[in-house]
């Protein structure tokens, strides 16, 4: 067991904090958020030339050769700065649609685009019915010759707005709540019948609903045809890469919330004399050190190929994530009182983000209920 | 960064698993699941076949009779002890005097000593605590002068674990009362034999007795008694107390309570079928699994740190917070199992041969409750730890 990064994962977290540092400080990340895309194309630049938008693909695909480890430290960066750009939706979610529902051709394809930063990817999956529920899928794909046309909505798609191509999973066969006969599908944003709502969203990014209104999909452009598990997987990366982003913006809030305490003085001697708020940043630090270990377990398990055994993982990272975000985005908005409140300062910024994550994908609660239906986390 | 065990430490794994399963005495092992107190022969024999087998004190320095394993099998191999229900090491002697000795005391006290601690000869027990120095424990008051060729110590200790069985105490007591408090203490190796010390047992809230109050009276012992160097005993206290709190996230222990809250709770107790039909109830199961192996992560990380330097990690406050939270919270759920025939007490130790009331399995589970309370309290109770985290950590 090491849990020791390598020499050249030490460096590409170092790379990814200096930038996070000299381009997307919490002043700039202001500008990048009223821009109308809300994020950064500069960034997004600055990312692929770094080598982190094709970090975690096999050199075959175009990629860099590197993996789960790979995304949690960028992710882990991206957390503490608040970063907005959709390296999640892009590069990690629909990456891994792609790695493991596309074929080889298409593969390689896709990869070396998202690598390059050329192409910007959403998935748009969930539905207005669908809650957490990953198979709940109505938007229909009708056959028309050798081609599909799809129709119906889909909602909540981060940075679904700025997108420029969708992957969209739609029904092929089956009652709304199947499992299986859900296919995905390659969608130009900007293809006749898409039509997009762009919104922002609680915690500084911006997500849209779509509508598809006879949408033609060519045969070249389906993913997949039974693509359930391909979405579980993607999702369970996903959540792991989320995990880390929530390890990054806990331990900055923890660390802003501790300077705040050494410096800010009231009754004549800084707040952090008071054992109180000592003890409180203490179980901040136990909440921290506790979700930190989870997301290395949520890392390790992102590329577990027994699908069950993955998701066990994921969802315990889930919720000791969740419940350690709570806690920690609360009490460090808490402690700074006042400051905190407000929309110009940061720590408040992170407990948006930190409450929004718990809230995507399964909160605490839905996963502490889904290993409450399955054995021991002990083997 | 690679998290799996090796293929060399999961066969060191099934090698003590295999190892547990051939020798551990059944009678043993039934009343380490069961939950019901071990008696101090159960104690003598499992440590004498660990002994034999030479994992008695697998961290000690391999002349004295460690096994030179690596931090990671040696967290497996105390994993693996506990999940299987076998006794702890008696900590007083393994993971506390003994520590001090080979890493303070002279040639003769390590020679003397440290063979009977191995095989548990000599049980040791902790003169620490006073009625006037919990937490706060440099004030503590019992004295030790210089008289001829001996140390005459005269004071009052308490909370001692088990010191109705041992047969050495060890003391920490004020050799300088002029000096800053944490500067006029001294460490002493002294036989409970010795005239002058008296034995009080405290019953605890389970109804059970762990704990004595310790009673030094003109106690004589001679000047080898002393530890290290005279009014230098603060520093071997520290080091002995950053010790303890290794291996105090017990967490094969919580592992090994959450086997037996599963096996019972399976059971149909009442009308309304086993608790593990009900949703609620599984869900606080596995809210607590979850913890708990965040927690075996974080020891992990721990014990990888630690790798490199040699010192105590103050992360380890960390481990002692949440394992002993866990701790209590797995004991309260087996005490939930058995619901409202958790009622009936039922005296420990076999002081009587009445037949239990209700189910034969649930009269340990409420005391096992009642006496968990004292995890968060001992080895530096959870606000001592908040406070070394606050400063150690975060240094505020």
Not at chain 1, 115 to 121: D, I, N, P
Not at chain 1, 368 to 378: E, I, K, N, T, W
Not at chain 2, 93 to 111: H, L
Not at chain 2, 195 to 220: S, Y
Request: glycine share 10%; net charge negative.
């Amino acid at each position: 067991m090491d849990f020791e990064l390598s020499g050249e994962q030490q460096m590409l977290r170092d790379n990814v904090a200096r930038l996070m540092k000299d381009r997307c400080g919490f002043e700039a990340r202001k500008g990048y958020q009223a821009s109308p895309h809300g994020w950064s194309d500069a960034l997004w630049r600055e990312y692929a030339d770094m080598g982190l938008l094709g970090a975690p693909f096999a050199e075959d695909d175009g990629g860099f050769g590197g993996g789960a480890v790979e995304t949690m430290i960028v992710t882990e960066e991206f957390g503490k700065a608040l970063a907005l750009e959709p390296y999640l939706q892009t590069v990690v979610l629909c990456g891994a649609l792609i790695k493991h529902g596309a074929s080889p051709e298409k593969r390689a394809e896709l990869i070396g685009k998202i690598a390059t930063g050329e192409l910007r990817l959403s998935f748009a999956h969930t539905e207005r019915q669908s809650g957490y529920d990953l198979n709940d899928v109505a938007l229909a794909a009708r056959k028309d010759g050798a081609a599909f046309l799809l129709n119906g909505e889909k909602g909540l798609v981060g940075q679904g707005d700025s997108a420029d191509t969708l992957i969209v999973s739609a029904r092929l066969s089956g009652e709304r709540r199947d499992r299986r006969g859900i296919g995905l599908f390659l969608v130009d944003a900007n293809a006749q019948g898409v039509t997009r709502r762009g919104y922002p969203t609680q915690d500084g990014q911006r997500a849209a609903e779509i509508a598809f209104a006879n949408v033609r999909v060519e045969p070249k452009d389906v993913l997949g045809e039974d693509a359930l598990p391909v979405i579980e997987r993607a999702v369970d990366e996903t959540i792991a890469a989320l995990c880390a982003e929530a390890v990054g913006a806990m331990s900055e809030a923890l660390s802003m919330t501790v300077e705040y305490m050494k410096t800010r003085k009231q009754f004549g001697v800084t707040i952090g004399s008071f054992q109180a708020l000592q003890h409180r940043a203490a179980d901040m630090t136990v909440a921290l050190e506790q979700a930190r270990s989870m997301m290395y377990l949520a890392t390790m398990m992102a590329a577990e190929e027994d699908a069950k055994e993955r998701a066990k993982s994921i969802s315990a990272a889930k919720v000791q994530i969740g419940r350690s975000a709570r806690f920690i985005g609360q009490q460090a908005v808490q402690i700074h009182g006042g400051i905190g409140m407000t929309y110009e300062y940061k720590v408040g910024h992170l407990f948006k983000r930190l409450t929004m994550i718990d809230a995507a994908y399964g909160d605490a609660d839905l996963h502490v209920r889904r290993l409450a239906d399955q054995g021991s986390l002990f083997a | 960064m690679d998290l799996r065990l090796t293929e060399d430490e999961l066969a060191f794994r099934a090698e003590v698993r295999a190892f547990l399963r051939d020798n551990l005495p059944a009678s043993v092992r039934e009343k380490g699941v069961a939950g019901r107190k071990l008696s101090k022969d159960d104690y003598l024999r499992w440590t004498r076949i660990l002994a034999d087998k030479g994992w008695a004190v697998p961290h000690w320095p391999r002349e004295w009779g460690g096994t030179g394993w690596s931090p990671i099998k040696q967290s497996i191999f105390l994993d693996e002890v506990q999940r299987g229900n076998a006794p702890e090491a008696i900590a007083f002697g393994v993971s506390m005097v003994g520590p001090v000795i080979y890493t303070f005391g002279s040639q003769a006290q390590k020679e003397r000593f440290l063979p009977r601690i191995v095989d548990l000869r000599d049980w040791w027990c902790q003169g620490f605590s006073e009625p006037g120095a919990g937490s706060d424990l440099a004030s503590l008051r019992t004295s030790a002068r210089r008289d001829g060729d001996s140390w005459v110590i005269s004071g009052q200790k308490t909370w001692t674990t088990m010191a109705q069985y041992a047969d050495w105490i060890f003391v920490l007591a004020r050799t300088n009362p002029q000096a800053k408090k944490q500067e006029g203490i001294s460490f002493f190796l002294v036989d409970m034999k010795t005239p002058g010390i008296a034995v009080r047992p405290i019953e605890t809230i389970d109804g059970g007795h762990e704990v004595n109050e310790v009673f030094l009276d003109d106690v004589r012992a001679p000047l080898d008694a002393l530890v290290g160097e005279e009014n230098k005993g603060w520093d071997y206290a520290k080091f002995l107390l950053a010790n303890e709190r290794n291996g105090i996230a017990r967490v094969g222990i919580s592992k090994a309570r959450l086997d037996r809250l599963r096996e019972l709770a399976s059971i149909p107790v009442y009308g309304s079928g086993p608790k593990m039909q009900d949703p609620f109830f599984r869900a606080k199961i596995a809210a607590v699994e979850v913890e708990l192996k965040a927690l075996e992560m974080t020891q992990m990380r721990v014990i990888s740190n630690r790798r490199n330097d040699g010192k105590p990690d103050p992360a380890s406050s960390v481990l002692k917070i949440k394992g002993s939270e866990i701790q209590q919270a797995t004991t309260e759920l087996l005490m939930e199992v058995v619901g409202p025939y958790a009622l009936p007490y039922e005296a420990p130790d076999d002081r009587t041969n009445e037949p239990p009331v209700g189910f034969d399995w649930a009269g340990p589970l409420a005391p096992a409750y009642f006496n968990n309370r004292k995890v968060s309290i001992y080895g530096g109770s959870n606000e001592i730890q908040r406070g070394i985290i606050a400063k150690a950590i975060l240094g505020l």
